[in-house]
């Protein structure tokens, strides 16, 4: 994975984890310590990225899984070219809602594709790993009742079944086994208050190191 000066924050988790108020405390934590700060998120974050990620949460396409893995990296490589080399270049830190953990979880761990094929498009087509991973950690029925409470529509994957979020927070839960010092579980099952107190703590404690 190559070298770069600026520094590479994601935040993942399953269903309903709390992304959403978690990246905007990250966002003002760091801008308030006088950092410049990127934001993004996947699929997406470009206007292609965009194009992509309507494709692949509409409920109104069927993709088999080859496909749904392909379009993923496919707007990861728009995004790692287009935005975040560029900022991380010059020294800036770009913060992600979700990255390549996001594929070893869903098409890997939900899916069932071959790891090596997904270790495979992650070194030929991204090349870089984040620096920090925030895992906002969830029981699978907790994680879906809070998706179901906001009372919007379920996209195609928000669809899926109990088990295949097992086995993605599964999934999740052993990259961070394997990667301990760079993925960082929060317990996000806590009030959202809690959580931001976990998750900025963890920041704080990595930044200092
Ligand atoms: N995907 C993939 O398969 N492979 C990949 O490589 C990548 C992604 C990159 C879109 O991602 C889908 O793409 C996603 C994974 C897949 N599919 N699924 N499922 P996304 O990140 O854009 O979509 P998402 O995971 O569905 O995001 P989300 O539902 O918006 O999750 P969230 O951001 O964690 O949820 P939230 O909006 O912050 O919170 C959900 C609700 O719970 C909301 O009403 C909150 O007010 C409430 N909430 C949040 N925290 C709490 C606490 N602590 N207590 C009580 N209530 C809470």
Redesign the pocket.
């Known amino acids: 994975m190559s070298q770069h000066s600026g520094k590479l924050i994601s935040i993942e988790?399953?269903?309903?984890?709390?992304?959403?108020?978690?990246f905007n405390a990250i966002r003002q934590f760091l801008s308030d310590a006088g950092l410049t700060v990127i934001g993004t998120?996947?699929?997406?974050g470009t206007e292609v990225g965009e194009r992509i990620?309507q494709v692949?949460?509409s409920p109104d396409h069927r993709i088999v899984p080859e496909a749904?893995l392909l379009l993923?990296f496919a707007s990861?490589a728009q995004l790692v070219r287009e935005l975040i080399r560029p900022a991380l270049a010059e020294g800036h830190y770009v913060l992600t809602?979700?990255?390549?953990d996001?594929?070893f979880?869903?098409?890997g761990g939900?899916r069932g594709l071959p790891l090596a094929q997904i270790e495979a498009l992650e070194r030929d087509f991204v090349g870089i790993r984040p620096d920090l991973t925030l895992l906002?950690d969830l029981g699978v029925e907790q994680g879906m009742a809070?998706?179901h409470?906001?009372g919007q529509a379920l996209?195609r994957?928000?669809q899926?079944r109990t088990d295949f979020?097992q086995r993605v927070r599964d999934t999740y839960r052993q990259r961070a086994g394997q990667e301990p010092e760079r993925i960082v579980i929060i317990d996000?099952?806590?009030?959202?208050d809690?959580?931001v107190r976990q998750v900025l703590a963890a920041l704080g404690r990595w930044m200092a190191a």
């Open positions: 988790g399953g269903e309903g984890a709390g992304k959403t108020t978690v998120r996947e699929p997406g990620r692949l949460l749904e993923m990861r809602d979700r990255f390549t996001a594929s979880a869903y098409q939900g906002l809070r998706a409470a906001r996209d994957i928000e899926e979020f996000a099952s806590q009030p959202q809690d959580v």
